[in-house]
């Protein structure tokens, strides 16, 4: 599935709810259980290692590189962060690493969610979604040296 459709069902998904919610209570009540469904943050067993430092909440984020693939797994001690979170992963688990890269994120303008969230937590949202990319970016740069590598053979005897 394209990163934009899964993009565009989040938004159906939440316009839904917006147009029966009545103040951000409600709203955030809604978060809170796409947070609690998610695949993603299930069963994430926590390090320091994936322990995100720039947050105000804590955030554990980890990822695998599979088949050209980035797969994203985490939680957070933050309950509208975690559902923040696993709506990311929802997008950005099984893509490669230049789709993560190149994309173009307008979910988070289309539910509002800047409009309901404390300005603390804006920053938190800005430094998970740079630090999903970097890591993207990291994979892809491993990639391509992998590739490199792998294309002058005669470096394999040096």
Known sequence: MQLNVVQDAIIEEFTSV???VKGKL???RHFIQVGNK???TKFFRRSKEQLLNFTKYKVWLDAEYKDGKVFFYGDSNSAIIKAILSLYLR???G???KEIMDSNIYFENEIKLYNYLP???EYDVTSLLQKIRS???SFRLKSIQ???YNFWPDRASE
């Open 18 to 20: 917006m147009d029966s």
């Open 26 to 28: 409600s709203y955030f």
């Open 38 to 40: 998610s695949e993603g």
């Open 91 to 93: 997008i950005f688990s």
């Open 95 to 97: 893509r490669t690493p």
């Open 119 to 121: 300005a603390g937590r």
């Open 135 to 137: 890591i993207a970016s």
């Open 146 to 148: 992998e590739a490199e």
